[in-house]
């Protein structure tokens, strides 16, 4: 059984696909369900996140499972492959492992170091364990996964001072009005996202919070935790005026917020410019809210600048978590290869105890004389014997695991020996 790993990120798709290709929490048991249901994928974690979707698999056939996958990918979001094809990474192997290991422990993340990935990973196995998409690969493969970001944070500065989308959120609202002292935000929606900026904003100085929110007693929770006021989500462009910032971060697949809305409360406020960052994917606001005079508009994609910069100071600290990943690769390989040849020496030693069981019931016919104790012996014996021949031939397809090779190994003695005929 192969591991491998399929998917676009902020690197490699822009916002507008990545959107396209997310998956909604409660499309995930069905797609869960398609995605093992595919002839050649055994086992299937999906990561959706703002900021990359990935599959995560385990196959014998790893490169037709792949090739599945990309396939039903495009599909299952009414894409083409030509539309996909050109922003996918596949990784395969220890690649794969690599990769999975750095997403942990957020060395592949927008800005480095966030701890927010490392709990969606953990949800996103979750899902697959409740939807049993998962085996004793993938399953020891994430838990290998955590253990390597436990050990990250715990061993290097990467988690010090922790930034995350919603911190370069912050530094953006600095840029436009400076200090945020007597500024006020509005948070749309009331999940962790928001949550996080709303304790930057105030931790920088925001004098007022709303919170406004589909289900308005999680608005009123959320808001509460800062002295702030919400509104239920009906009353979102009568309000709009009375933000300075305002950051979206929900669920919705339309948009919440468009530029007629924006010009209205801009009008009220007297053209005071108003900052909009949408932190959602799919978008929460209209991309022409960016046209409009007095209005700014930025979405995940234009974060990344804030990020080169915490990627720069926490280059020494990325280093040392890099050879941590390397350090836990080859655990997680050289179980995975001895699964993999436990049932090849398995299958060997049922053979040759066939063939024993055999050529003695024939041989042991004719000797009616023989006494318990002699057929005793000579069972004994015969035992002895093939534990003995077959003692080298199962150390080295154990050794041959770890080799580069080992695959052809454990093929060639299967071959030999006949082990997957009938």
Known sequence: MKIAAVGLNHNSAPVALREKLSFPEERLPESLAQLVGLEQVC???????????????????????????????????????????????????????????????????????????????????QHAVAQQSV?????????????????????????????????????????????????????????????????????????????????????????????????????????LHRADIIISSTG???????????????????????????????RDLDPEIGDVDSAFLYDMDDLNQIVEQNRQERAEAAQAAENIVSEEIPGLLK????????????????????VRDEVLEKQLRGWETLSDDDRARIEKLTRLLVNKILHNPSEQLRLAAHEPDGDQITAATRRLFKLDDG
């Open 43 to 125: 086992e299937g974690v999906i990561l959706s996140t703002c900021n990359r979707v990935e599959i995560y698999l385990a196959a014998h056939d790893v490169q037709t499972a792949v090739e599945q996958t990309r396939i039903w990918l495009a599909h299952s979001h009414d894409l083409s492959l030509d539309e996909l094809n050109p922003h996918l990474y596949i990784n395969l192997e220890e690649e794969a492992v690599r990769h999975g290991f750095r997403v942990a422990s957020s060395l592949d993340s927008m800005v480095l170091g966030e701890p927010q990935i490392l709990g969606q990973m953990k949800k996103a196995y």
């Open 335 to 354: 179980w995975i290869s001895a699964l993999e040849v436990a049932p090849t020496i398995k299958a060997l030693r049922a053979h040759a105890e066939g």
């Open 135 to 239: 085996g004793a690969i993938l399953n020891r493969f994430f838990q290998h996964a955590f253990q390597t970001a436990k050990r990250v944070r715990n061993e290097t500065a990467i988690a010090e001072n922790a930034v995350s989308v919603s911190f370069a959120a912050v530094e953006l609202s600095r840029k436009i009005f400076g200090e945020l002292n007597g500024h006020s935000c509005l948070l749309i929606g009331a999940g962790e996202m928001c949550e996080l900026a709303a304790r930057h904003l105030v931790a920088n100085g925001i004098d007022k919070v709303f919170v406004t929110n589909r289900t308005l007693e999680r608005a009123q929770n959320l808001a509460a935790q800062f002295d702030g006021h919400a509104f239920p989500m009906e009353k979102l462009a009568e309000n």
């Open 252 to 282: 919705s697949t339309v948009y919440l917020v468009d530029a007629p809305m924006v010009k209205k409360a801009l009008k009220e406020r007297r053209q005071r410019p108003m900052f909009f960052i949408d932190i959602a994917v799919p």
